[in-house]
């Protein structure tokens, strides 16, 4: 029985998602079919507005599917749980809280009825030390770096360890060196959590330096998977190394190839 | 700047020369060459100093003046219309007339006459009932029907259509059900004050943003924890707004409803100098509603910039 589950951890079977708007019901997403093993790394890329975000809300439970099936562990999804955690895109920290508290929010929520006040807090703090964040614990969120808010936003994900880890355009508000900062340090946490994670991004490099599989989309309406580009590189990855690699730029390519001759945004 | 340091050059020229003949004075000034320039140092700080002083007055003074200027003008234009009518009292009078009020704040000869600032102090005890009361209820009904969007409908017809009446009209019904003049005046106050709490508490609770009830979904908060934790710290700002709102109505309303009701309070004094007469009271009484209201006002809106989280 785990067996099956660790090839099909999440699944999603013929789904599809629309909207209504005032002109009528918009269809977003139609017939997406998509499985993920368990500690796979998944990153989700296509052109702004085909509804890639709108895969992850479908995992992540905030979503429902207008139809089709989402299962994770062999059940179904059915709303936001705790074994899935999400990093969005603009960190939503709550700015009343200091960070420290912001991840305990998570904490308390998942282990507080095991643990004592105390576990709880070592807990939180093992999560902002992952991140490298132990000295700004008792700062608020304005008080930080756009890329240290990201940093909190990612330790409260993981100190809830999920099983799937759902990450929308995480560094997308980014500077480029930051991002490469994050990126590797992501690209390290996982590797030692093994948890699975679904990456939304628009960014290529970033894709391919994470991911197992690029899930690349076809553009909307009714947008779906176009192909699913295996990354057969081995980890651990190094951003330099891989920079003169002849696979790694292969395959840069076949991603560029995909969103700018086969699906090419027209000119809005 | 150059000019000062050439002299300095050829003053410490010269002191080596002396210092030939004369060692022990050539010590003793070799120690001044540096002072010019230290002394310019200190003219120009002194020149600062002077010039952000300057500043300063001058920010004061275009501070504190034009507030003066509309003052005196007010005073001018009140003396002008009390020189030209018949019984209304000038500033000079008034003035006089607070003055011996203020002297003897709190007196008490008895329910009908008691000093001015045992009716202050009571109608800000009516007002605080009233309010916290308010508060209290308009407050958790504010959240809930900025919440639930089933409760939102549930309550706008009703608020739609009791928010608009005058307060006062409540008054005979605060009489009936309470069978006092006192806990009626209250009682308006408590409905002049909730509609500002619950609407501005509702509207806070309706714009916290997606993204934090999105965390809330995600970590699975209880409605508890959203309540303590999202909604509350997100519409304090909203609830501060609405508080002082709802004072300065209840503030306007507690005249009123005291003229009607009687007992000690500025309202019911405003009334009893009236049958008595006595117009430079009522003036007074009508300066000292606007200050403690500016007061009220002030207060609160300190206490707001405290709670607001940014």
Same mark, same amino acid.
């Given at each position: 029985?785990?067996?099956?589950?660790?090839?099909?951890?999440?699944? &999603?079977?013929? !789904?599809?998602? @629309?909207?209504?708007?005032? %002109?009528?019901?918009? /269809?977003?997403?139609? #017939?997406?079919?998509?499985?993920?093993?368990?500690?796979?790394?998944?990153?989700?890329?296509?052109?702004?507005?085909?509804?890639?975000?709108?895969?992850?809300?479908?995992?992540?439970?905030?979503?429902?599917?207008?139809?089709?099936?989402?299962?994770?562990?062999?059940?179904?999804?059915?709303?936001?749980?705790?074994?899935?955690?999400?990093?969005?895109?603009?960190?939503?920290?709550?700015?009343?809280?200091?960070?420290?508290?912001?991840?305990?929010?998570?904490?308390?929520?998942?282990?507080?009825?095991?643990?004592?006040?105390?576990?709880?807090?070592?807990?939180?703090?093992?999560? &902002?030390?992952? !991140?490298?964040? @132990?000295?700004?614990?008792? %700062?608020?969120?304005? /008080?930080?770096?756009? #890329?240290?808010?990201?940093?909190?936003?990612?330790?409260?994900?993981?100190?809830?360890?999920?099983?799937?880890?759902?990450?929308?355009?995480?560094?997308?508000?980014?500077?480029?060196?930051?991002?490469?900062?994050?990126?590797?340090?992501?690209?390290?946490?996982?590797?030692?959590?093994?948890?699975?994670?679904?990456?939304?991004?628009?960014?290529?490099?970033?894709?391919?330096?994470?991911?197992?599989?690029?899930?690349?989309?076809?553009?909307?309406?009714?947008?779906?998977?176009?192909?699913?580009?295996?990354?057969?590189?081995?980890?651990?990855?190094?951003?330099?190394?891989?920079?003169?690699?002849?696979?790694?730029?292969?395959?840069?390519?076949?991603?560029?190839?995909?969103?700018?001759?086969?699906?090419?945004?027209?000119?809005? | 700047?150059?000019?000062?340091?050439?002299?300095?050059?050829?003053?410490?020229?010269?002191?080596?020369?002396?210092?030939?003949?004369?060692?022990?004075?050539?010590?003793?000034?070799?120690?001044?060459?540096?002072?010019?320039?230290?002394i310019a140092d200190m003219n120009r700080a002194i020149e600062e100093r002077a010039a952000r002083n300057r500043q300063r007055i001058r920010d004061f003074?275009?501070?504190?003046?034009?507030?003066?200027?509309?003052?005196?003008?007010?005073?001018?234009?009140?003396?002008?219309?009390?020189?030209?009518?018949?019984?209304?009292?000038?500033?000079?009078?008034?003035?006089?007339?607070?003055?011996?009020?203020?002297?003897?704040?709190?007196?008490?000869?008895?329910?009908?006459?008691?000093?001015?600032?045992?009716?202050?102090?009571?109608?800000?005890?009516?007002?605080?009932?009233?309010?916290?009361?308010?508060?209290?209820?308009?407050?958790?009904?504010?959240?809930?029907?900025?919440?639930?969007?089933?409760?939102?409908?549930?309550?706008?017809?009703?608020?739609?259509?009791?928010?608009?009446?005058?307060?006062?009209?409540?008054?005979?019904?605060?009489?009936?059900?309470?069978?006092?003049?006192?806990?009626?005046?209250?009682?308006?106050?408590?409905?002049?004050?909730?509609?500002?709490?619950?609407?501005?508490?509702?509207?806070?609770?309706?714009?916290?943003?997606?993204?934090?009830?999105?965390?809330?979904?995600?970590?699975?908060?209880?409605?508890?924890?959203?309540?303590?934790?999202?909604?509350?710290?997100?519409?304090?700002?909203?609830?501060?707004?609405?508080?002082?709102?709802?004072?300065?109505?209840?503030?306007?309303?507690?005249?009123?409803?005291?003229?009607?009701?009687?007992?000690?309070?500025?309202?019911?004094?405003?009334?009893?100098?009236?049958?008595?007469?006595?117009?430079?009271?009522?003036?007074?009484?009508?300066?000292?509603?606007?200050?403690?209201?500016?007061?009220?006002?002030?207060?609160?809106?300190?206490?707001?910039?405290?709670?607001?989280?940014?």
């Amino acid at each position: 029985m785990d067996k099956i589950y660790q090839e099909k951890y999440v699944q &999603l079977e013929n !789904v599809s998602m @629309s909207f209504p708007t005032k %002109k009528g019901v918009f /269809e977003a997403l139609k #017939g997406i079919h998509l499985n993920i093993r368990e500690g796979e790394f998944i990153s989700i890329i296509g052109h702004s507005g085909c509804g890639k975000s709108t895969v992850l809300n479908l995992i992540a439970g905030l979503l429902r599917p207008a139809s089709g099936l989402l299962l994770c562990a062999g059940r179904e999804i059915t709303g936001p749980g705790p074994d899935r955690a999400v990093v969005f895109q603009n960190h939503s920290l709550l700015p009343w809280l200091t960070c420290s508290e912001n991840v305990y929010l998570a904490v308390e929520r998942v282990f507080g009825k095991k643990g004592t006040k105390e576990q709880l807090l070592n807990r939180t703090s093992a999560a &902002l030390d992952l !991140v490298g964040l @132990s000295h700004a614990a008792e %700062k608020r969120p304005n /008080e930080i770096s756009g #890329g240290m808010k990201q940093r909190v936003g990612i330790a409260r994900a993981l100190a809830m360890e999920p099983k799937v880890l759902l990450l929308d355009e995480p560094f997308g508000a980014l500077d480029a060196l930051t991002r490469a900062h994050l990126q590797d340090e992501l690209m390290q946490i996982m590797g030692r959590s093994g948890c699975t994670a679904v990456m939304v991004t628009h960014d290529v490099d970033e894709a391919v330096l994470l991911s197992d599989r690029i899930v690349m989309m076809t553009n909307g309406p009714a947008a779906t998977i176009g192909e699913i580009l295996p990354v057969e590189l081995p980890r651990p990855r190094a951003r330099l190394a891989l920079a003169e690699n002849t696979d790694y730029n292969h395959l840069r390519s076949e991603v560029l190839k995909f969103l700018y001759e086969r699906h090419a945004k027209k000119a809005a | 700047m150059n000019v000062i340091t050439l002299q300095n050059e050829s003053s410490t020229s010269m002191n080596i020369k002396a210092s030939a003949a004369r060692p022990a004075e050539a010590e003793e000034t070799s120690s001044t060459p540096a002072l010019p320039a230290s002394i310019a140092d200190m003219n120009r700080a002194i020149e600062e100093r002077a010039a952000r002083n300057r500043q300063r007055i001058r920010d004061f003074f275009q501070w504190l003046l034009p507030p003066m200027f509309g003052l005196m003008l007010f005073t001018a234009v009140w003396a002008l219309a009390s020189y030209q009518s018949d019984g209304l009292p000038g500033p000079i009078p008034t003035w006089h007339a607070a003055v011996a009020l203020f002297s003897d704040p709190f007196y008490d000869n008895g329910p009908n006459d008691m000093g001015i600032g045992w009716n202050i102090l009571n109608s800000l005890e009516r007002v605080g009932l009233g309010f916290g009361m308010a508060a209290l209820i308009g407050i958790p009904l504010g959240f809930i029907i900025g919440r639930f969007t089933f409760a939102s409908r549930m309550a706008a017809p009703i608020i739609g259509m009791l928010r608009p009446v005058s307060p006062l009209a409540w008054l005979p019904i605060g009489l009936l059900v309470f069978k006092a003049a006192d806990p009626a005046a209250i009682w308006v106050i408590f409905i002049s004050a909730i509609w500002p709490m619950i609407i501005n508490t509702a509207v806070g609770v309706s714009k916290v943003p997606a993204d934090y009830m999105n965390v809330a979904k995600v970590l699975n908060l209880s409605e508890w924890k959203i309540a303590t934790r999202i909604l509350f710290p997100f519409v304090l700002p909203y609830m501060m707004t609405s508080v002082r709102l709802s004072i300065g109505v209840a503030w306007l309303v507690i005249v009123a409803a005291e003229m009607l009701t009687g007992g000690v309070g500025i309202g019911f004094w405003v009334w009893d100098e009236w049958n008595n007469l006595n117009v430079e009271h009522i003036i007074v009484a009508i300066f000292v509603v606007g200050i403690v209201g500016l007061l009220l006002e002030q207060i609160l809106t300190l206490a707001a910039k405290k709670f607001s989280y940014e």
